[in-house]
């Protein structure tokens, strides 16, 4: 299987199955002299982990993180840094009436088709967790991004109920188990979760990513845009089914005169705009706004209810998912979402500076 592989300058590789002995991932690319320790990975890793509330997937796995090689003393050497997560919580037994029959909604089948074998532990490869490596990654990438750069998500959607944009409020999102931004949502989203898990169904979300602080002039014009890099990154994400960019889909409702990020000189000499339908990305390349992304994520596939399916002998059968599952995928993939976001950004910063590292840091117009 080829292809697991993301990014040019900061590259990321990740290795490793499900239920396998381990995960793990190397970042190749990332410049000297950076601080870097498991400490600073662990944190983002906490909140992906599985098992972290009732609304999850009750597996168990703490997702400790070691760094193999790339640092020295608590710093990078601009080698690749291998990054390696031992899986203790298996339960493959979980998945053995499945072995030969394949899950309506996952990857199994195309996964047949393709390779002719498959690991029905947990899905094998194309199991979500994989994307801790991703996590993990991103953290690297946060500290090539300095700490001028935020990159932070929330849940905006559940099930078709969005929040209420009125009522945005950041510091909510580490103060409930759905990184909700919007206290009465995230209480709406409680108890409707816990009946659909108590019914064996799931439902999909709405994911939004934020980076602020960002230079203008990261990505480049037609095959090196900076919003279509992203939204490679999050469609590459499991369960992802569709991304947008600032307005993204509204803005199709939208009049010219309305979508238009108009401009203005403010005092401090820098160009202001007045909106960011765009979010923060025109022809492809950073304007210095806050870049703003969404992606859909659908419902767990993984479920209780009873489904119509075949096997791999060519029988029709009926088939129940076992085992421990998210009802609501959607919520663990919300530092995911922002990992690769911030993957995305640091290697554009990186072939930004290569490219013009001369080039102006802020909105401010060069002098003829």
Aim: charged fraction near 20%; glycine fraction near 12%; charge should be neutral.
């Amino acid at each position: 299987m080829s292809h697991n592989s993301f990014g040019h300058l900061f590259r990321v590789t990740t290795w490793g199955e499900s239920h396998g002995p381990a995960i793990g991932g190397v970042v190749d690319g990332c410049p000297p002299g950076l601080s870097l320790t498991e400490a600073d990975i662990q944190p983002w890793l906490d909140l992906r982990r599985p098992g972290s509330s009732k609304f999850v997937t009750q597996r168990q796995e703490p997702d400790a993180v070691r760094i193999l090689s790339g640092t020295f003393e608590g710093l990078t050497t601009g080698t690749p840094i291998a990054l390696l997560i031992e899986n203790q919580d298996q339960r493959s037994r979980d998945y053995g009436e499945i072995a030969d029959s394949f899950r309506p909604g996952h990857a199994d089948l195309a996964y047949h088709l393709k390779y002719g074998v498959r690991d029905y532990r947990g899905g094998g490869r194309s199991s979500a967790r994989e994307t801790a490596m991703r996590v993990a990654a991103g953290a690297v990438a946060r500290k090539v991004l300095g700490p001028g750069v935020t990159v932070r998500g929330a849940l905006v959607a559940m099930g078709g109920d969005p929040v209420d944009r009125a009522a945005w409020d950041w510091g909510a999102v580490g103060e409930n188990s759905f990184f909700c931004p919007d206290p009465a949502a995230a209480t709406r989203w409680e108890e409707r979760l816990l009946a659909l898990r108590k019914s064996g169904s799931s439902v999909g979300a709405v994911v939004e990513v934020v980076a602020e602080g960002l230079p203008p002039g990261l990505g480049a014009p037609l095959y090196g845009k900076l919003d279509a890099e992203i939204a490679a990154a999050l469609m590459s994400i499991n369960a992802v089914k569709g991304v947008e960019i600032g307005e993204g889909f509204a803005a199709a409702a939208l009049t010219g005169d309305r979508n238009a990020d108009e401009m203005r000189m403010a005092p401090d000499g820098t160009v202001e705009f007045l909106d960011n339908h765009a979010g923060g990305v025109l022809g492809g390349i950073s304007t210095g706004q806050p870049v703003v992304a969404r992606f859909a994520v659908k419902p767990t596939s993984s479920i209780l209810v009873p489904r119509r399916t075949v096997d791999r002998h060519g029988q029709d059968r009926e088939l129940v998912t076992k085992g421990r599952h998210d009802p609501c995928v959607g919520i663990r993939a919300v530092p995911v979402g922002e990992a690769m976001v911030a993957c995305v950004l640091a290697d554009a910063l990186l072939r930004h500076r290569a490219q013009v590292p001369d080039a102006p840091l802020t909105t401010r117009l060069p002098r003829n």
